[in-house]
């Protein structure tokens, strides 16, 4: 029997909406946990957990249906996680606030872009180049989680830091040029 569309798009109870609810629900023990403990294995653990978490109610909600619900909630909660974790690692002196501020911007102009695009029935479909910033955002924030890591390798997650921000930037500079040719046609 096929799970194709089991939820129509206003669902909102859906095993992948629950999924995501629990990484908003987890986020803020582990940024609690990182700010009190530092690099920990237990905090390595969790945020991967988070990562997979995120990969697998995605492949759920594709399975079983996607609703306007999950695509509200699920970006909401890869924000938390992302940028949750950015801030603890910043007042930790971990990461540096700059490039952290910058992806943040890009964030929020991009929410309210998408935003405002949705209101006139456009969507904006995530592009890879979006989906690598993610993945570098998600393994800087794991190597800064394994204990002793951060010490021997600063230049090298700074690179990366830079490097998200740098995929933040231009990723966000497509997405735009795609809202405006949605938009025009």
Not at 51 to 56: E, P, V
Not at 164 to 169: D, I, K, S, V
């Amino acid at each position: 029997m096929s799970t194709e569309s089991t939820f129509g798009p206003s669902a909102l109870a859906t095993p992948s909406n629950f999924i995501t609810l629990l990484r908003v629900i987890v986020t803020p023990i582990l940024m609690y946990s990182v700010s009190s403990h530092g690099s920990t294995w237990f905090a390595f653990g969790i945020w991967m957990v988070l990562a997979l978490t995120d990969k697998i109610d995605g492949t759920l909600a594709r399975r079983q249906g996607t609703t306007r619900s999950g695509a509200f909630l699920d970006p909401l909660a890869d924000k938390l996680m992302v940028f949750g974790l950015f801030a603890v690692l910043v007042v930790r002196d971990e990461i540096w606030w700059v490039p952290v501020l910058v992806m943040a911007v890009r964030e929020t102009w991009m929410s309210l872009y998408r935003s405002l695009l949705g209101r006139k029935g456009i969507s904006v479909p995530a592009r890879p180049l979006g989906k690598a910033k993610t993945l570098v955002q998600v393994v800087v924030i794991g190597l800064v989680l394994i204990p002793g890591v951060y010490g021997t390798a600063k230049v090298e997650i700074a690179v990366l830091v830079w490097l998200a921000t740098l995929l933040a930037l231009v990723s966000g500079y497509f997405y735009y040029a795609d809202g405006r040719v949605r938009d025009s046609g």
